[in-house]
């Protein structure tokens, strides 16, 4: 089977891709508007891609209207964000944040969530996140129909639990995100794990 993705199944790329690209961490991303408006909008479009220095991406897309969602907006005003991690105690809420709300209206509210004080950046971070990426805009791409916002990572809080201070390592054996899954409704826990060593 092959598909073509420049014209026959051009129309149904997302669909496709969301569904053979799995699992797909989640970033809960918490942004402030220019008038101090909190948002916070769920994105598996998501990753981390570099760590010199520590670089981050996620896609925030369009209403169905063209014009910029929320989170695009407001990282255009600002130049700042943070990304929140989900794990399976928040996945409810996380799902919560990806309703349409009127713009201003505070998804973390909607979704029983607690705005926690960032140190070096102005939108908050979630206090209920195993952690949070607090991150200012390298920069924003535009590649077609797709913006790709870029972002180092200037902080990183996370549950004392989450890193062995000694070893200076994440607790991975502690730490439960979810992930996404196939489009439209399905995710994914990541506690079935295997290890495989690399060869020398």
């Not at 349409?100 to 004080?117: C, M, Q, R």
Request: glycine letters at 6%; proline letters at 7%.
């Amino acid at each position: 089977m092959e598909l073509d993705l420049e014209k026959q199944y051009a129309d149904r790329a997302y669909p496709i891709l969301a569904s053979l690209v799995t699992p797909r961490p989640i970033a809960l991303v918490t942004t402030l508007s220019a008038e101090g408006k909190i948002n916070a909008a769920p994105f598996s479009f998501f990753n981390v891609l570099g760590a010199n220095p520590p670089l981050v991406a996620f896609t925030p897309g369009d209403r169905a209207d063209g014009t910029p969602k929320d989170t695009a907006l407001n990282v255009r005003s600002t130049h700042e964000f943070v990304v929140n991690l989900v794990d399976e105690a928040i996945a409810e809420a996380m799902n919560l944040c990806a309703a349409s709300l009127p713009f201003g209206e505070n998804e973390l509210a909607h979704a029983g969530l607690t705005a926690a004080a960032s140190t070096v950046v102005k939108p908050p971070r979630i206090a209920e996140a195993p952690a949070s990426l607090e991150c200012v805009e390298w920069g924003t791409l535009q590649i077609g129909g797709n913006r790709v916002v870029l972002g180092i990572v200037k902080r990183i809080h996370l549950r004392d639990e989450l890193f062995d201070v000694q070893k200076k390592r994440v607790n991975g054996d502690k730490l439960f995100l979810i992930g996404r899954m196939a489009s439209p409704h399905w995710y994914c826990k990541t506690r079935d794990r295997f290890e495989l060593i690399r060869p020398d």
